[in-house]
Nanobody, 118 residues
């Protein structure tokens, strides 16, 4: 299990922007892992929002394409989720995920709440 620390949650108005961050002290794990953000709304299942691979590839849920951008800073072991044009249905607990390509072990952050509301 790799330690992950998320930050940046809070209340955002519809149409606004917000950025989440997730970092780990484990440089080797970060460099060799896919990093992703998942989310879980009230009463819903946890779903993939965006993923970034070590090679620079990305993929996104259809519901966030064109609005969200995932990026990673390998020097700082940090992955970001830039969220634009936020909608009330984006309200959820967002979880950082690390998929270690060496072991295929998954690590999760504790989750951070983003609320989109006026």
């Amino acid at each position: 299990q790799v330690q992950l620390a998320e930050s940046g949650g809070g209340l955002v108005q519809p149409g606004g922007s917000h950025t989440l961050s997730c970092s780990t002290p484990d440089n080797n794990a970060f460099r060799l892992s896919a990093m992703a953000w998942y989310r879980q709304g009230s009463g819903g299942r946890r779903e993939l929002v965006a993923q970034s691979t070590p090679g620079g590839g990305t993929n996104y849920a259809e519901s966030v394409k064109g609005r969200f951008t995932i990026s990673r800073n390998n020097a700082e072991n940090t992955v970001f989720l830039q969220m634009n044009s936020l909608k009330p249905e984006d309200t959820a607990v967002y979880y950082c995920n690390l998929d270690d390509f060496r072991t295929r072990a998954l690590s999760w952050g504790t989750g951070i709440l983003v609320t989109v509301s006026s």
